[in-house]
């Protein structure tokens, strides 16, 4: 169903004030028995309940009702996903013109064709936008950004994600003009660098979710202002931004306490440094992924949860060096750990599965547990998880040790068991013409 939202005169230069006079004016008189019957403002309150296609039906019903769907205190909080083909600037526009003061947030993932020019409309139109989703719009530039920091003071969530265009000067006038934020996501604009950020970090400290995937450019002069001005800090993704150091993460372990969400895979400089600081500072963190940092060791996730025990997911995938005595450590101080990735960690033996299942967490909280390629877990490890009663999927791929007799076994005992596995052949057959058999690596859902 294509989106169709015309002009309107509502909004305007007092959209920042929607009132009943500029909002609900000229509206067409009803006509039918239902209509006359139900006040025009009780059947606007049920309209408020509805989604966009919704609305959009009801406006094709009669112009009475074309005119109360799409009043604009109806389309307060729109999300354009499902229209992202036939979203053009044209589209914005009308709705912003339509909607005026009343919006409060609007999605525009995956709108391709959306331009500079539509969103200065919408934000010279709609300044009491509080959440706007720009997530691979790569038509938009700095100037969607600096218009936004002029007209849009009321933002307070805003979503970059793999805006290509998006450079410091944007970063720099939203910090300008848009005190209030507290949500920012700017993974994969690589051109972002150090200034930009460094600028935003200090003239936004209200900032409580702070995203920068991929920003490869940044580094510890940069990400260290995050714990020297975000104090309210709760959820911080800093994943592949290979350039930063212990330095960024001790500061943020020092004036973050309130972090519940941390993400660091693929920052592969971090040092047991890291772990020390965040496990004295932040106690409160429920979701831990640290994919690929390979320098931490045991003693770095044994001070990591002394204080710390709130852990609910965990993703140690390839942090080679810890051994069965950091699996220890999360049994013993992490009783509410539901998801565990242990996957490329080779030291990690079924003594640690036992430890895992023999606690708290094994026996009451666990329902993933991820342990590809880890080459000295055997059938053993699936007797001990066959207590784990929560226990829904269970990931096992090239775990050579482990047979389909064992899985069949686990599988009895947690018929709500989903096993991914996957069986190569020890020694390659013979092939003829002596060359080596190659075989898929693909998924077997056992």
């Known amino acids: ?171 720099i006038a939203l910090s300008e003009g848009c005190p209030n934020l507290e949500t920012i996501s700017i993974s994969w604009c690589k051109k972002v660098t150090d200034e930009g950020v460094t600028t935003l970090i200090r003239k936004c400290p209200k900032l409580t979710t702070f995203v920068a995937t991929g920003c490869n450019q940044l580094t510890n002069l940069s990400v260290k202002e995050i714990g020297l001005h975000c104090h309210r800090l709760r959820y911080l993704k800093l994943q592949d931004c290979s350039n930063i150091t212990d330095e960024s993460v001790v500061s943020i372990g020092q004036g973050c306490p309130l972090l519940t969400s941390v993400f660091l895979s693929g920052c592969s400089r971090l040092t047991d440094i890291s772990l020390i600081s965040l496990g004295k500072g932040c106690c409160e963190i429920r979701t831990f992924e640290v994919a690929h940092c390979s320098q931490f060791t045991d003693s770095g996730f044994e001070a990591l949860t002394k204080h710390s025990h709130k852990f609910e997911k965990m993703d140690l995938e390839e942090c080679i060096q810890i051994t069965d005595t950091t699996i220890n450590h999360l049994a013993m101080q992490c009783p509410r750990l539901s998801q565990l990735s242990l996957s490329y960690c080779e030291l990690v033996t079924d003594s640690g599965i036992h430890h895992l299942t023999s606690s708290a967490c094994g026996a009451d909280t666990l329902t993933v547990l991820e342990l590809d390629n880890c080459p000295l877990i055997s059938d053993v490890s699936l007797g001990h998880l066959a207590v784990c009663s929560r226990l829904r999927r269970l990931e096992l791929y090239d775990c050579q040790q482990i047979s389909r007799a064992a899985i069949h076994r686990i599988q009895n005992s947690l018929p709500n068991l989903k096993v991914q596995a996957y069986f190569a052949p020890l020694t390659p057959p013979p092939a003829a013409g002596g060359r080596r058999r190659r075989f898929c690596r693909c998924c077997a859902i056992v």
């Open 1 to 171: 169903m294509a989106l169709i939202v015309g002009e309107g005169g509502e909004g305007g230069d007092e959209a920042e004030r929607p009132t009943e006079d500029t909002q609900h004016c000229n509206i067409v008189p009803p006509t039918n028995l239902i209509d006359k019957t139900l006040p025009k403002e009780l059947l606007l309150r049920v309209f408020s309940y509805l989604d966009v296609v919704s609305l959009c039906r009801c406006s094709r019903v009669s112009r009475y009702w074309n005119q109360v769907a799409l009043d604009g205190s109806n389309w307060q909080r729109v999300d354009l996903f499902a229209f992202q083909t036939d979203v053009e600037g044209r589209v914005v526009e009308n709705l912003s013109k339509r909607c005026g003061g009343f919006m409060k947030s609007l999605g525009l993932r995956n709108c391709l064709c959306v331009t500079d020019a539509a969103l200065k409309t919408f934000a010279q139109n709609c300044r009491n936008i509080e959440a706007l989703n720009l997530t691979s719009c790569n038509k938009i530039t700095d100037v969607t950004c600096q218009n936004l920091g002029h007209y849009s003071h009321r933002l307070s969530r805003l979503i970059l994600e793999s805006c290509e265009s998006i450079t410091d000067n944007s970063l």
